[in-house]
């Protein structure tokens, strides 16, 4: 087993050199630094229209307060911006804390404990149109940005929703109003080409240069308007066209404005963002998983045909193939037969069936040695010594089966009594994966104290 498992496991081995390979050459100060910096930039790769939407913005107040609502059930139709500009409603962030007047109701039964305070998102009775809040809503502007280009898989923000995704966008609306209002033009030209610098070290396909970038997208005279946009993969002969992000408000005005816009000049940030998210994967992997167990029941059926090879005869060996082979068809055929009698298939039938078969041939192994032919005791002792973690599988998935149609029926009992819904668990979910490891060594065991019966048959004479 030791030689199969080797064999099998390569790609552990694999990933710590790889895991080792990415904690040499990419620390954790300098990956969190490149990650910094391409967050920081990323409100000035404009390749595409919709991040600058005023729709997207989160800071400064009221802007901070607002939580969006894009059912279409809050869309008062008698609005006059509905007839120019896609509408949006949103809700309020306030916390329990805080008195709520006749101006606000609950949104939805939803509320998150947060430093020990508890937050609940309101909907104001009086519509909010975001439109309304700005001069020129229509203004695509870098100051509307709440995005990243990535968020590390051990960041503070990462995959919160709701209340705490508010606040990320806040932080991150405000984080990129900073940094644009307040940066001189030389810092912004030095921000440029140390981004540059990092898509040079990872081979991330640009033309630009930091002048350049500057003049694109740079334009604090008209309150940072984005009037220039680059492409997002390189031109060529096969692909001329501009390829970027289709919003999801099909706002054609917008369309045509980007169309209008684009430059000839190209940065792919996709590159970036997956090469930035594989670093820190590879970084954040854990060597051995739960898949360790999939190895080594891999394993063992790699080494159950070899093991039987050596303790028994070539002949017999085949003959056992053979025998294993006709007798799954017979279960299937029989399965197949009782299901289209009793036009029911539930899986019980072939389970018993097989557990029936496992359990003959063990008798057998064990009581007919001597008193059958060599080979068809050495057929059974094969078969005894493959099947047993398919027996003490079935046996789970039975004991599992039942313990669902039970616990299906008490739910259903305790539904109409209660009119709760009530949990059940079976075995199955009590070994989630560890069921793996458990048949793995209850058939070791059965294989140290089996192997008294392989070698009776051995030694017992060819009959």
């Not at 920081?40 to 607002?66: C, G, H, Q």
């Amino acid at each position: 087993m030791f030689i199969f498992f080797v064999s099998t496991s390569f790609y552990y081995s694999y990933l710590a050199g790889l895991k080792t390979y990415a904690s040499i050459h990419f620390t954790d100060d300098i990956f969190a630094k490149e990650v910094t910096l391409a967050n920081k930039t990323y409100p000035f790769i404009a390749d595409n229209w919709d991040k600058y939407e005023i729709t997207n913005r989160y800071y400064p107040s009221p802007f901070d307060t607002l939580y969006r609502n894009s059912h279409n059930t809050y869309i008062d139709s008698s609005d006059t911006y509905t007839k120019e500009y896609y509408f949006e409603t949103y809700r309020t962030l306030i916390t329990s804390k805080e008195k709520v007047d006749n101006d606000f109701s609950i949104a939805y039964d939803y509320k998150e404990s947060i430093n020990e305070d508890e937050y609940r998102l309101y909907q104001s009775n009086k519509r909010i149109n975001i439109y309304t809040l700005t001069d020129n809503p229509k203004k695509l502007s870098l100051l509307n940005v709440s995005g990243m280009l990535y968020t590390p898989e051990d960041s503070t923000y990462y995959d919160y929703k709701d209340i705490r995704d508010i606040w990320r966008k806040v932080a991150n609306n405000k984080a990129h109003h900073k940094l644009i209002t307040t940066s001189t033009p030389q810092e912004i030209k030095t921000l440029f080409s140390d981004f540059l610098a990092l898509c040079h070290k990872y081979k991330i396909d640009t033309d630009l240069s930091a002048e350049k970038w500057f003049q694109l997208v740079y334009n604090p005279e008209n309150e940072f308007e984005v009037s220039k946009f680059i492409k997002q993969n390189k031109p060529n002969e096969y692909n001329q066209s501009y390829s970027y992000n289709y919003s999801a408000t099909g706002n054609k005005e917008n369309d045509l404005y980007f169309k209008k816009h684009l430059t000839k000049h190209y940065l792919n940030s996709n590159q970036l963002e997956t090469t930035l998210e594989n670093i820190d994967e590879i970084k954040h992997a854990t060597i051995l998983d739960f898949s360790i167990f999939f190895v080594i029941a891999a394993t063992f059926f790699l080494a159950a045909p070899l093991f039987m090879f050596r303790v028994s005869s070539t002949r017999t060996f085949i003959f056992s193939v053979i025998t294993t082979i006709i007798l799954s068809i017979l279960v299937i055929l029989l399965s197949a037969a009782f299901a289209f009698i009793t036009s029911d298939f539930n899986g019980y039938l072939p389970t018993y069936l097989t557990l029936f078969i496992f359990l003959a041939a063990f008798i057998v192994s064990i009581n007919g040695i001597g008193k059958f032919r060599k080979i068809v005791t050495g057929i059974c002792m094969n078969i005894s010594i493959v099947s047993f973690p398919i027996f003490i599988g079935m046996i789970i998935g039975l004991v599992t089966a039942y313990q669902t149609e039970a616990c299906d029926l008490r739910r259903t009992q305790h539904i109409a009594k209660f009119n709760t819904y009530e949990d059940c668990y079976t075995m199955f979910d009590w070994l989630d994966v560890f069921w793996i490891p458990t048949v793995t060594l209850l058939t070791l065991i059965y294989l140290y104290f089996y192997s008294n019966i392989i070698r009776k048959w051995k030694a017992s004479p060819e009959k």
